[in-house]
Nanobody, 124 residues
Framework: QVELVESGGGSVQAGGSLRLSCAAS????????MGWFRQAPGKEREFVSG????????FYADFVKGRFTISRNNAKNTVYLQMNSLKPEDTAVYYC?????????????????WGQGTQVTVSS
């Protein structure tokens, strides 16, 4: 069992930055690929970014490339999502999730454990 807790969300103006954290407990996350997803009201949960177990490879949705950066610190059992140049359309609840696959899947239903989410609101 892995418990995930996201933090770092909040309200910012367009162009601003936030850094999300996902702290894990119960098991070391070094065995898991990690993903960040988001869900806006009335929309499906969508892949934002993923990172392999070692952190050697990262993956991004096209709409965040060049603006968001995923990283992980396995010693701290934590994954991060640095979000820069935020846009109003980035407004959503952001979730982190774990998966035993070598490459983080882009489909939310392939992930095993989820956090409760953290709200990100970007105003214009």
């Amino acid at each position: 069992q892995v418990e995930l807790v996201e933090s770092g969300g909040g309200s910012v103006q367009a162009g601003g930055s936030l850094r999300l954290s996902c702290a894990a407990s119960g098991r070391t996350i070094s065995s898991y690929a990690m993903g960040w997803f988001r869900q806006a009201p009335g929309k499906e949960r969508e892949f934002v970014s993923g990172i392999t177990r070692s952190g050697g490879s990262t993956f991004y949705a096209d709409f965040v490339k060049g603006r968001f950066t995923i990283s992980r610190n396995n010693a701290k059992n934590t994954v991060y999502l640095q979000m820069n140049s935020l846009k109003p359309e980035d407004t959503a609840v952001y979730y982190c999730a774990t998966d035993l696959a070598r490459i983080p899947p882009r489909s939310w239903n392939e992930y095993d454990y989820w956090g409760q989410g953290t709200q990100v609101t970007v105003s214009s």
